[in-house]
Structures are given as structure tokens and as C-alpha cells.
């Protein structure tokens, strides 16, 4: 039996996608959390004054925006730079 996905997102999230850390850095987003929080850094560019964190790829960019957001850590969709 075949099943049909509504949206991409859903297919994603099906297929097990979960985006947690900056890989090129290998520091979980959990652990960015925290050092934000305890350093009041609540932008992109105060975090990477702190850590050495999203200076390869930087695909990891929108999604620790995202965690500087919302509180957010584990992420199950795609989140890109124009979102
Ligand atoms: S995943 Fe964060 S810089 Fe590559």
C-alpha cells in the first residue's frame, strides 16, 4: 500500500530527518543553548563571539537563528537562509 504525503515537510519528517547540531563544529544545538543563554547572547554574531561555531559551511545558520528564536533545539524540517 502506498501512502501519500500531504507535504514535503511531512515526507521529511517520515523519513526521520532531525538537524540537533552544527555539524562542521560538532556542538549540539542544545550546548549553544546553553552557552547563549548563560552569556546573553541572542544573535548570531554575539554566539560566534563566544564560540567557534558556524564559520565552515553554514548551513546551520537559519537553524540557530531558529534556537535563538525560539528556544528551539531539535528540528525535523528543512529550514533555509530565506525562510
Ligand atoms: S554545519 Fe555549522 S558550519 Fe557547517
Same mark, same amino acid.
Given at each position: 500500500?502506498?501512502?501519500?504525503?500531504? $507535504? /514535503?515537510?511531512?515526507? =521529511?519528517?517520515?523519513?526521520?530527518?532531525?538537524? @540537533?547540531?552544527?555539524?562542521?563544529?560538532? &556542538?549540539?544545538? $542544545? /550546548?549553544?543553548?546553553? =552557552?547563549?543563554?548563560?552569556?546573553?547572547?541572542? @544573535?548570531?554574531?554575539?554566539?560566534?563571539? &563566544?564560540?567557534?561555531?558556524?564559520?565552515?559551511?553554514?548551513?546551520?545558520?537559519?537553524?540557530?537563528?531558529?534556537?535563538?528564536?525560539?528556544?528551539?533545539?531539535?528540528?525535523?524540517?528543512?529550514?533555509?537562509?530565506?525562510?
Amino acid at each position: 500500500m502506498t501512502k501519500e504525503y500531504q $507535504s /514535503e515537510q511531512e515526507l =521529511i519528517f517520515e523519513m526521520g530527518l532531525k538537524i @540537533d547540531k552544527c555539524i562542521c563544529s560538532n &556542538i549540539t544545538f $542544545s /550546548e549553544l543553548r546553553k =552557552i547563549a543563554i548563560s552569556n546573553n547572547a541572542d @544573535d548570531i554574531n554575539k554566539l560566534q563571539e &563566544i564560540v567557534d561555531v558556524a564559520k565552515n559551511c553554514r548551513l546551520c545558520v537559519p537553524y540557530l537563528k531558529e534556537m535563538l528564536k525560539t528556544g528551539e533545539t531539535e528540528f525535523h524540517k528543512l529550514i533555509t537562509e530565506q525562510e
